[in-house]
């Protein structure tokens, strides 16, 4: 069956980068729009970005657009997550997600939509 599997989180200052992955098994990551979410302790799990299954169009939430960006590599079935100017704000466990069912670049933003989840990698941002 297919799995996701997060990796890259850790422990970074305050203006620091990581770059996060996520390896999918199967044959049909190609066919699906993929995304990151985060949740902090005590918060709800929001929307980080998303990107179609071409890797033509992407969006990025608000609170950290200009400094983490998406992208994939199809032909490796690997999404990616680049974090930049981190901030103790960015502090979370980060999931990545797949919308299989997804109809072309049709991008979604609502986590209702996602129906495969990996395990998640916790990102720590110190003051």
């Known amino acids: 069956q297919v799995q996701l599997v997060e990796s890259g989180g850790g422990l970074v200052e305050t203006g620091g980068s990581l770059r996060l992955s996520c390896a999918a098994s199967?044959?049909?990551?190609?066919?699906?729009?993929m995304g990151w979410f985060r949740q902090a302790p005590g918060e709800e799990r929001s929307l980080v970005a998303v990107?179609?299954?071409?890797?033509?169009?992407?969006y990025v939430a608000d609170s950290v657009r200009g400094r983490f960006s998406i992208s994939r590599d199809n032909r490796k079935s690997t999404l990616f997550l680049q974090m930049s100017s981190l901030t103790p704000d960015d502090t979370a466990v980060y999931y990545c997600?797949?919308?299989?069912?997804?109809?072309?670049?049709?991008?979604?933003?609502?986590?209702?939509?996602?129906?495969?989840w990996g395990q998640g990698t916790q990102v720590t941002v110190s003051s």
């Open positions: 990107i179609s299954m071409t890797g033509d169009s992407t």
């Open positions: 199967g044959r049909a990551f190609s066919h699906y729009n």
């Open positions: 997600a797949a919308h299989r069912t997804a109809y072309f670049d049709t991008l979604r933003r609502d986590m209702r939509y996602y129906d495969l």
